[in-house]
């Protein structure tokens, strides 16, 4: 069974930096994926990025050239580090985990999920 505990949220003012960050356990030995989502108060569950076992990212446009996604496997962490956040990045960020090398922005390809940690950017 594949857990998965976020941390690392918080407020920041708009402009900020955050970094989140993903302990998974019960993970497979290789060959699976790692994918970050959000939900704004409202709203659906919005892919965010995405990490393939072999390092390769994937980044929504909204987010590109302003969030890294990264992992270190001897840890078994995923992160998210966010910079020059904007009011609109206000949102709950999710970990999620998914079977096979190649990573999917879609929420129903991933295996499990983990609770969530609030991210708050104040204007």
């Known amino acids: 069974q594949v857990q998965l505990v976020e941390s690392g949220g918080g407020l920041v003012q708009a402009g900020g930096s955050l970094r989140v960050s993903c302990a998974a356990s019960g993970l497979p030995f290789t060959g699976y994926s790692m994918g970050w989502f959000r939900q704004a108060p409202g709203k659906g569950r919005e892919f965010v990025s995405a990490?393939?076992?072999?390092?390769?990212?994937y980044y929504t446009d909204s987010v590109k050239g302003r969030f890294t996604i990264s992992r270190d496997n001897t840890k078994n962490t995923v992160y998210l580090q966010m910079n020059s956040l904007k009011s609109e990045d206000t949102a709950v960020y999710s970990c999620a985990f998914k079977y096979g090398s190649t990573p999917s922005n879609l929420e129903r390809s991933y295996n499990y999920w983990g609770q969530g940690t609030q991210v708050t950017v104040s204007s």
């Open positions: 990490i393939s076992w072999s390092g390769t990212t």
